[in-house]
T-cell receptor, first 112, second 114 residues
């Protein structure tokens, strides 16, 4: 069974700090990796995608991918209370890029 | 662009009743998906359609059927609803290309089966 693992949290950080969210995956052939933000009662919203090893930055968000360690992370700089949400990690399966496996999410709380 | 739309937003069914959840996307995406989300279980794939005219089972297909009506629309049918199907259902779409596999979600349908 292909798996994506995330710490469920909650991860609490003070306003203005860096929040670090982590995800590991079991399918060594996975090629595409995504971070979604989900507010309570809402649908997942794509915030970052990353396809190659290294860092990818978009505004206050940085995604980091290490395929050798099967690890992907999301850093949120200058965290704001509005960043408080559940963050879902998703990967595509190597057996078919049409299928995505989601982690159960990490709940982030940014304290004002 | 509306993106991905779903109807209805909320539904209450009695055990044994049937219903169809509707999904449409206006992004000209080839692939469409149905997920369910339960507390502590994350998003689980029910069925997906890689392209118009094809459908395939996901992780939890039992009790569901799907129809890819055309490129825009992908419906999910519960033939005989059971309390275990109480969940939030999300439809999603993506354009699978060499440079992008990004998936976008609809607003969801909250289904309660009593």
């Amino acid at each position: 069974q292909k798996e994506v693992e995330q710490n469920s949290g909650p991860l609490s950080v003070p306003e203005g700090a860096i929040a670090s969210l982590n995800c590991t995956y079991s399918d060594r052939g996975s090629q595409s990796f995504f971070w979604y933000r989900q507010y309570s009662g809402k649908s997942p919203e794509l915030i970052m995608s990353i396809y190659s090893n290294g860092d990818k930055e978009d505004g206050r968000f940085t995604a980091q991918l290490n395929k050798a360690s099967q690890y992907v992370s999301l850093l949120i700089r200058d965290s704001q209370p509005s960043d408080s949400a559940t963050y879902l990690c998703a990967v595509t399966m190597s057996s078919g890029t049409y299928k995505y496996i989601f982690g159960t999410g990490t709940r982030l709380k940014v304290l004002a | 662009n509306a993106g991905v739309t779903q109807t209805p937003k909320f539904q209450v069914l009695k055990t044994g009743q049937s219903m169809t959840l509707q999904c449409a996307q206006d992004m000209n995406h080839n692939s469409m998906y149905w997920y369910r989300q339960d507390p502590g279980m994350g998003l689980r794939l029910i069925y997906y359609s890689a392209s118009e005219g094809t459908t395939d089972k996901g992780e939890v297909p039992n009790g569901y059927n799907v129809s890819r009506l055309n490129k825009r629309e992908f419906s999910l049918r519960l033939e005989s609803a059971a309390p275990s199907q109480t969940s939030v259902y999300f439809c999603a779409s993506s354009e699978i290309s060499p440079s992008s596999y990004e998936q976008y979600f609809g607003p969801g349908t909250r289904l309660t089966v009593t």
